[in-house]
């Protein structure tokens, strides 16, 4: 159907856009877990003290929190170039997808880390979060396939 080597024309646009909403959804779960996590490190007591008062953990929060504002904020440059029709909005929705599926991913394993054991069972949800996170990472070109892409369209 159609003419021959011309379907990347029709489906470029349509990866672009999923790719996009896929990476703003796995946003919305690195936040959940980055929430999630925090709120157990305040609430959960170890030998009579709160662990989010370990040296070790404060210093792994911050990180994961650098992680999600800096995703954050490349899933709202992406959105916006849809929103303007940019020229930029592919290669943007290619870096957004890898970044978003490397930071997903890590949010998962560091959610069931801070966790402890318990991060692994169906007692609490942050398990969900890791099996979500390689899932999404797989659904419309993981992150490689997204970074040989960016490389591609800005001629590397």
Request: net charge negative.
């Amino acid at each position: 159907i159609g003419t021959l080597d011309a379907g990347a024309d029709v489906l470029d646009p349509v990866i672009d856009r999923v790719a996009t909403a896929l990476s703003a959804e796995m946003m919305g779960g690195v936040q959940d877990a980055f929430e999630r996590t925090v709120q157990f490190l305040k609430d959960r007591e170890q030998f009579g003290v709160k662990i989010g008062t370990f040296q070790g953990l404060k210093h792994r929060a911050a990180r994961w929190f650098c992680e999600v504002e800096l995703s954050k904020s490349i899933v709202l440059k992406t959105l916006r170039a849809h929103d303007t029709g940019s020229s930029e909005a592919p290669s943007l929705s290619s870096v957004c997808k890898a970044r978003l599926s490397d930071t997903f991913r890590y949010s998962g394993e560091e959610g069931i880390q801070m966790h402890g054991g318990i991060g692994v069972t169906d007692e609490e949800d942050i398990g969900f979060y890791m099996k979500r996170a390689r899932v999404s990472e797989l659904l419309f070109g993981d992150a490689s396939f997204h970074r040989d892409r960016f490389a591609n369209l800005q001629s590397f």
